[in-house]
């Protein structure tokens, strides 16, 4: 079975302390994903890496950045933690396998409920 | 740039019957794919079905299908015969092909929550 594991399923951290969200994926995926989850907002995406050290913004980068040191493992910091950057936090794995395999889907790890007071 | 739009903040369906979930994607990629993900209230994403671009013929799985018009830009998740355990948040998500600048890139819709009634 495909494992995409987050580091804790809850956080809660001071305003202004730096955040390090980890994600690990044992399937070898090229693709990794970080969401958020707020109500009503469904998940956007933050950032995704395609390969080692490869980024890519994605909708809401803004007081995020993320490291992809290791195929296996996308980390999501939170430099500067704020009370609006409360809420929970997906991390995904897939191939990229666009042209022979179009259909891969995105793994989902259980997801981090983060709080910032 | 790519954008998917989920109108339905909330539905209610008597089980056994069927119920639509609509989905409506913009992209100006020709070469994209469509994906429907469950996830209940124990928050995991469960990956229920998809659909290509290029595919001829509407997706099938189980109860679940998908009617998709390019034309219109639409996805629609169709679940027949519904289930109390059908009861969730479904999301519609789209990914871009190679074409497009952002190969592999997934977003996601705002989510229908769905509530099956005995």
């Known amino acids: 079975d495909v494992k995409v594991t987050q580091s804790s399923r809850y956080l809660v951290k001071r305003t202004g302390e730096k955040v390090f969200l980890e994600c690990v994926q044992d399937m070898d995926h090229e693709n990794m994903f970080w969401y958020r989850q707020d109500p009503g907002l469904g998940l956007r995406l933050i950032y995704f890496?395609?390969?080692?050290?490869?980024?890519e913004k994605g909708d809401i980068p803004e007081g995020y950045s993320v490291s992809r040191e290791k195929k296996e493992r996308f980390s999501l910091i939170l430099e500067s933690a704020s009370t609006n950057q409360t809420s929970m936090y997906l991390c995904?794995?897939?191939?990229?396998?666009?042209?022979?395999?179009?259909?891969?889907?995105?793994?989902f790890g259980q997801g981090t409920r983060l709080t910032v007071v | 740039a790519q954008k998917i739009t989920q109108t339905q903040p909330g539905m209610f369906v008597q089980e056994k019957e069927a119920v639509t979930l609509d989905c409506t994607y913009d992209t100006s990629d020709p070469s994209y794919g469509l994906f429907w993900y469950k996830q209940p209230s124990s928050g995991e994403m469960i990956f229920l079905i998809y659909q290509g671009s290029y595919d001829q013929q509407n997706a099938t799985e189980g109860r679940y299908s998908l009617n998709f018009q390019k034309a219109r830009k639409s996805a629609n998740l169709v679940i027949s015969a519904s289930q109390l355990g059908d009861s969730a948040m479904y999301f519609c998500a789209m990914r871009e092909g190679p074409s497009g600048g952002a190969t592999n890139k997934l977003i996601f819709g705002t989510g229908t929550l769905l509530a099956v009634q005995p």
């Open positions: 995904a794995s897939s191939l990229d396998r666009a042209l022979t395999q179009p259909n891969t889907e995105a793994f």
């Open positions: 890496s395609y390969d080692v050290k490869m980024k």
